[in-house]
């Protein structure tokens, strides 16, 4: 199927700004090279519907022109996302200081200011229920073919679904004697990592070779064929995903990224430290990870109760005595004073129920019988 493209803009202003956008994207990545084209094409459509007068570089202003621009992107319907219109600012911010420099324009690089960008909205940890997650691998283990694998490898492996469509037919290494490890390449903030695997997954990578052994295209060292564009195979995956979840009555909004924060969020809970659990997702700054970590009420609680179970920062425990032991009456009180310490350290181990309560009465047995003791001492 032919892909269908947007016919050029005809715009007087089109072309400076393609040579911008084009200097700019000298080293990235063709995804990034496109959102830059689609604010200038937003700036530029917008411009010439409103102000057709303006066709040269030095008659842009910020007001009406950009400011205008920027309220017209807030007032369309469907809304735009919020992400959305700071990507846009960013690109158009970057290329009218592109333009300032190349054509010597200084007042360009003042049109859009910083403050003009709101704030990225907070994201809220996205994993899957544990209901959602083991229904969910249940089928796509019962489906077993291509798609439902790759997904699989997603689930247990915390990566992308843009890094995973791009890994190398050879990603699998042996790092030691049955201990596996998948090769990530370089993905969204351009760093690669080793993430270690199990048995599961190291089956999981096989199957993927097996039928990638069955397609017919040619091999491109990729575990799996593209039929199309990254982006052509992206969409299938996605859909494969929506097909999965109406099938079994999952919500069908899921989308394979949740995947990666229930990964992360369950390395947390198995109790891997978080710098760890920050380099097994590619992160690099824990408010990122953070951002993909769940924890709910009850990993709080059950790190409290964890604390209070080993309170040694609390009652710790007594150092060994180098003073000679005590007769007489002297030496009971020491004894009986050492048996209520042992006692206090051990029931403040034991969590709340009988046996804490029962040791509770005992101490109390103690505090009277040490006073009585001293009682003779005076005496």
Same mark, same amino acid.
């Given at each position: ?196 695997? $199990?048995? *599961? ?8 070779? /097996?039928? =990638? #052994? @069955? ?118 009180? $020491?004894? *009986? ?8 350290? /051990?029931? =403040? #181990? @034991? ?29």
């Amino acid at each position: 199927m032919k892909r269908w493209r947007r016919p050029p803009l005809q715009h007087p202003l089109a072309s400076p700004m393609a040579r911008a956008v084009e200097s700019l994207s000298t080293a990235l990545s063709p995804s990034t090279t496109r959102n830059y084209n689609i604010a200038v094409r937003s700036f530029l459509i917008y411009v010439g519907a409103t102000y057709p007068e303006v066709i040269r570089l030095e008659q842009l202003r910020r007001d009406p022109h950009i400011l205008g621009w920027m309220a017209s992107l807030r007032a369309q319907t469907p809304p735009l996302a919020t992400t959305t219109c700071i990507g846009r600012f960013i690109a158009l911010r970057a290329i009218f200081s592109e333009l300032a420099w190349s054509s010597q324009i200084a007042e360009l690089a003042r049109l859009l200011r910083r403050e003009d960008i709101p704030r990225t909205p907070q994201s809220l940890p996205r994993p899957l229920t544990a209901e959602q997650d083991q229904l969910l691998q249940q089928e796509l283990l019962r489906r077993n073919d291509l798609v439902g694998n790759v997904f699989l490898l997603l689930r247990h492996t915390g990566m992308r679904i843009g890094e995973c469509v791009d890994l190398s037919y050879d990603c699998l290494h042996s790092t030691g004697p049955n201990q596996w490890a998948i090769h990530v390449p370089l993905g969204k903030l351009k760093t690669e990592r080793m993430v270690p695997v $199990d048995d *599961f997954v190291r089956d999981l990578v096989h199957r993927l070779r /097996f039928f =990638r #052994s @069955l397609d017919p295209l040619p091999t491109d060292e990729r575990l799996l064929a593209w039929t199309g564009t990254k982006e052509s195979l992206l969409a299938r995956l996605r859909e494969y995903l929506h097909m999965v979840c109406y099938s079994v009555d999952l919500p069908t909004d899921l989308v394979p990224h949740q995947m990666r924060h229930t990964y992360g969020t369950e390395m947390v809970r198995a109790g891997m430290g978080f710098a760890t659990v920050m380099k097994l997702l590619g992160h690099t700054s824990p408010r990122m990870t953070m951002c993909y970590v769940d924890v709910t009420l009850t990993d709080l609680q059950r790190e409290f109760e964890l604390a209070r179970s080993k309170p040694r920062h609390l009652a710790p425990q007594p150092k060994a005595s180098h003073m000679p032991v005590r007769k007489g009456l002297d030496g009971l009180i $020491d004894s *009986f004073q050492a048996s209520q310490h042992a006692l206090e350290i /051990f029931r =403040r #181990s @034991l969590p709340n129920g009988e046996k804490r309560k029962c040791l509770d009465r005992l101490a109390n047995r103690l505090t009277k019988i040490l006073a009585e003791l001293r009682n003779l001492h005076t005496t």
